[in-house]
């Protein structure tokens, strides 16, 4: 039985999470180290299920409306800009060492003393928002260059001039390869 990749934002409109219609892993080095970038785009937040909208939200987060104005998510470390984080040396590079890792990325509190521009994601949300505070691990299917992903962290509505990260949301990939690192 086939899995799909999938992200949730929580106490959106869609406890179900959305689809991740696009999905790329990329790696470089820079200077030594082994950089890696992942890059998501769901499918449009209303693509399995239509939700109607009412009047009796305790904030925009929950308003089915707002969602669809936006119609769908990118969160990406290459979309807009050359972001990315360090993992290690290219010489520890492997699917063994890969196995289990946990790469936390802008953790906060620290990410809010940074400009959203320079942090290692981006994320088109509900507006071109803010996300730090990731936590990113790696888990080896078998002995395969195959990794099921992990991913939660932390938005701020910064598009809408909030930039406090209170919302979270979790994404689950499945059989991704990893990649080889381009020099």
Known sequence: MSQDNRIWFLENPWPEGHPIKEFEWTAEVREGVVWMQLHIKTAEYESEREVAEGDDYESEWQSPGLWNNYHRCTLSSTFW????FPVCPVAQFSPAFLQGY?????????????????????????????????????????????????????????????????????????DAQMPMPKP
């Open 81 to 84: 800009h050359e972001g990315g």
């Open 102 to 174: 946990e790469a936390t990325v802008d953790p906060l509190p620290a990410a809010t003393q940074t400009d959203p521009d320079d942090l290692a994601f981006h994320i088109y949300l509900l507006g071109h928002d803010a996300v730090a505070g990731h936590r990113i691990r790696f888990l080896r299917r078998g002995e395969s260059d195959s990794f099921d992903i992990e991913w939660t962290g932390k938005i701020a509505l910064a598009y809408a001039g909030d930039f406090e990260y209170r919302y979270d949301f979790k994404a689950l990939i499945f």
